[in-house]
């Protein structure tokens, strides 16, 4: 009998909420950089008699999230405690959701087969608090031989929304794209930073294998599912998903059995190993926080949140395709970010063709951040700069390579788009008459050796004549008619003694 081994696989993925202070207390989100545990107070720090009290905006943006991906958003939600023991964690739980979580069945799209999207459903999306961080190190000299772990607890309390999908996911790419999709959303919204290398998205994959006979379709055996943890960057996931898929594979052929268990990534080496069996598993004994009352989102918060909600990324992907024609990867790309996109249509709407700005956009602007490591917020042209400049070339007033200097003159010595092409020539069309033919001049003046080869006929196959009209070209930055410059050289070196 043929068959086949289909992923079955499932993401939690833990999204950092953009507030400035922690969920339950008013010390700073700030600790990338921070001075080990200086961002910490009572609440935070777990002392005995110290009082949570809950972070409105974070309930606000977890709405956010959870309406933009479809959820139903609960009216009354309670926040447990979630028992455990370990040292990033000072109070031994955490303050979480369990049973009744903000928000439960949602939808998140990626793009399926050819031009059909594929819908993946959310289970569910709550709140909870992050914990503190653990760092390892080798002995630094007091103790020979010795290992310190020290612990910093800035990042405790920082609020986190867990975001967890139904496993519909087929593949690592789809996992990647997923992800992609989720991390554009939360962007989107300034819900999150989104920055998986900071660790402000973690992702955490369920994945299984269903043995299905080929010829039926008809599940065989389904194979018992790992969780991966660790995984810090989109290729981190699609590699990590691949290995296990293969590591499963192995398993299964061989007649041996999986177990549920919890699997370390580990970037380096390309593996998971794995970290805890389900024997192994935590009782976490929820219940609920005495110390927090329930969260009602009342009708007013939840029609405050729905309006402010943007156009979503795929709608205006959607629109840049249909309403300015635009190739699905050049729409895909300017849509990635609220920013860039609105900065390409403040562009068009200056007027300028929805095409060559998209162009424009694409490179040259993308390029300079890109140089600068700056986002396009700092970016020093106005849009609708941008689009006048892009607009001289729709109506032909300006050659590509002359706007091309142009921009680089505003964007180098920080003119506006009038000083800039004053400091070029200016616009109007090409040089021609007088100005024209002074320039030629200059050029001859300045190559006499050339000027001398040519008049002693050894530029028998116009080389030569080329390379000075290429002068010209160069001096009037495009804005000339290389024919009328090749007669202007001919009758100035057959006027010359
Ligand atoms: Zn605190």
Redesign the pocket.
């Known amino acids: 009998m043929k068959y086949t081994y289909q992923p079955v696989i499932g993401l939690e993925i833990h999204v950092q909420l953009a507030t400035a202070t922690?969920i339950?207390?008013?010390?700073s989100t700030d600790y990338i950089g921070a001075e080990p545990n200086t961002?910490?107070?009572?609440?935070?720090?777990g002392l005995p008699g110290a009082l949570p009290v809950l972070n409105g905006k974070a309930v606000e943006l977890g709405i956010k999230a959870a309406m933009a991906l479809s959820c139903t958003v609960k009216d009354k939600t309670v926040f447990h405690r979630k028992n455990y023991f370990y040292p990033d964690l000072p109070k031994a739980y955490q303050i979480s959701q369990y049973d009744l979580p903000l928000a439960e069945g949602g939808e998140l799209f990626i793009s399926g087969d050819g031009d059909t999207l594929k819908r993946i459903r959310i289970t569910r999306l709550h709140l909870e608090e992050d914990a503190g961080k653990l760092v390892h190190s080798a002995a630094d000299g007091r103790l020979e031989g010795a290992e310190f772990s020290f612990v910093d607890y800035n990042r405790?309390?920082v609020p986190l929304a867990e975001i967890v999908s139904e496993p519909d996911l087929r593949s690592p790419g789809e996992a990647r794209e997923y992800v992609t999709s989720l991390r554009r959303l939360v962007r989107y919204l300034g819900v999150s930073d989104g920055d998986m290398e900071r660790g402000s998205m973690r992702v955490d994959a369920n994945i299984s294998l269903q043995k299905t006979d080929s010829a039926t379709g008809e599940i065989l055996y389904w194979g018992e599912r790992s969780e991966i943890k660790n995984m810090n960057s989109l290729r981190a996931i699609e590699r990590a998903l691949e290995y296990e898929i293969r590591r499963q594979i192995g398993v299964m052929e061989a007649g041996g059995a999986l177990e549920r268990e919890t699997r370390h990534w580990n970037d380096g080496e390309g593996t998971t190993t794995s970290m805890r069996s389900k024997e192994a598993a935590h009782d976490y004994r929820y219940f609920p926080d005495p110390d927090l009352p329930p969260i009602e989102a009342s009708p007013s918060l939840l029609e405050k949140v729905r309006s402010s909600l943007p156009e979503m990324p795929w709608v205006r992907e959607m629109r840049f395709r249909n309403e300015y024609l635009l190739p699905e990867a050049d729409a895909a790309l300017l849509a990635e970010t609220m920013p860039l996109a609105e900065y390409f249509e403040s562009c068009v709407r200056s007027g300028a063709s929805p095409a060559r700005v998209s162009n424009w956009v694409r490179t040259e602007v993308l390029r300079v951040l890109n140089e600068r490591s700056i986002s396009i917020d700092a970016f020093p042209m106005r849009p609708q700069e941008l689009g006048s400049l892009v607009r001289l070339v729709d109506e032909q007033k300006l050659s590509t390579t002359a706007a091309r200097e142009t921009f680089n003159a505003m964007i180098e010595k920080g003119l506006s788009l009038e000083k800039a092409l004053d400091a070029s020539g200016g616009v109007g069309g090409k040089l021609s008459g007088d100005a024209l033919a002074d320039t030629v001049r200059a050029v001859l003046a300045s190559a006499p050796d050339v000027v001398a080869e040519i008049l002693g006929s050894k530029d028998e196959k116009g080389k030569k004549k080329k390379f000075l009209i290429g002068l010209v070209m160069k001096e009037a930055r495009g804005q000339a008619d290389a024919a009328v410059v090749g007669e202007l050289i001919e009758k100035m070196l057959n006027a010359k003694p």
Do not use: E
């Not at 961002?39 to 720090?45: F, G, M, R």
């Open positions: 922690k339950f207390c008013s010390c961002n910490v107070c009572p609440v935070c720090l405790g309390g």
